[in-house]
């Protein structure tokens, strides 16, 4: 029986519900931010936010931690890429916006590790693809100083910084 296809475990789960559980604390957290403070406002404080949490997290990723669980974050599915449980969560309660200022993480943890490089998300469920896939490429010069600086940084992983955008208007 291959990886994939073993049967969720009890300490599977409990990841699953945990990352669930997280996924609702950044909902709530970001929409009281928007919701108390406007768009614009609330959305930087959301980034800031989300920059510090990537420091966080390449700190604790150069100090040797696990990134994330090897089990329960993603649905493993027989024969297609794996779902995010934490994007499947901000899909249920219809918050792509929010949710994407998440997968946010996965550009900021690179850049916060190695400013010259940042990984941006070339599909992303939450923005209606049927999986998230990766690519690792150079930061520009303007990603470099708008994530240093604290300005919006949205724009470092192009298909989440263009749907944020959208959303302004």
Not at 110 to 135: Q, R, W
């Amino acid at each position: 029986m291959t990886e994939e296809m073993v049967p969720l475990s009890e300490a599977e789960n409990e990841v699953k519900v945990t990352t669930h559980r997280l996924a609702l604390l950044h909902l709530s957290y970001a929409k009281t931010l928007i919701d108390r403070f406007g768009w614009d406002e609330g959305k930087q404080l959301v980034l800031d936010s989300i920059k510090l949490y990537s420091e966080y997290v390449a700190e604790r990723t150069r100090q040797g931690h696990q990134s994330l669980p090897k089990f329960g974050f993603w649905e493993r599915r027989e024969g297609k890429p794996p779902l995010c449980e934490l994007g499947k969560i901000m899909l249920e309660y219809d918050e792509p916006e929010i949710g994407s200022m998440y997968c946010l993480i996965d550009p900021g943890k690179v850049m916060a590790a190695n400013p010259s490089e940042k990984m941006i998300h070339t599909m992303c469920m939450i923005l209606g693809h049927d999986h998230c896939e990766f690519d690792t490429v150079p930061t520009s010069e303007k990603d470099r100083d708008d994530f240093k600086e604290g300005r919006d940084w949205s724009h470092v992983d192009p298909i989440i910084g263009e749907f944020l955008e959208k959303r302004k208007a």
